[in-house]
């Protein structure tokens, strides 16, 4: 599957951003998907995933009761909507996939990976 993400920009601290995640392909509906996001100077970090069979979510400590993700399998798009957001959400954020594949937080785990999207978060 291909994937496009998008929606990064530009927000001051406490406020939300809603970021999605296009796939192509009519076999979405068997992919577990995930956001990723990768800091100046540090690792790809896993910020949260979706499995493709009963659309559970599981999500980094850092990110937990701040950030929701979700699918809709009609448009194949997911969504990240950030709240409450910290400096140290800046990032580039990329969406995955992995067909079949539970939710992992490794990032070997998934095959299909979008382009990223920024976001920055002014203190």
């Known amino acids: 599957v291909q994937l496009q993400a998008s929606g990064g920009g530009l927000v001051q601290a406490g406020g939300s951003l809603t970021l999605s995640c296009a796939a192509s392909?009519?076999?979405?509906?068997?992919?577990?998907m995930a956001w990723f996001r990768q800091a100046p100077g540090k690792e790809r970090e896993f910020v949260t995933a979706?499995?493709?069979?009963?659309?559970?979510?599981y999500y980094a400590d850092s990110v937990k009761g701040r950030f929701t993700m979700s699918r809709d399998g009609t448009k194949r798009m997911v969504y990240l909507q950030m709240n409450s957001l910290k400096p140290e959400d800046t990032a580039v954020y990329y969406c995955a996939g992995t067909r079949y594949g539970l939710a992992d937080r490794s990032r070997m785990r998934y095959d299909d990976w979008g382009q990223g999207t920024q976001v920055t978060v002014s203190s």
């Open positions: 392909g009519r076999t979405f509906s068997t992919y577990t």
């Open positions: 979706i499995s493709w069979n009963d659309d559970s979510t």
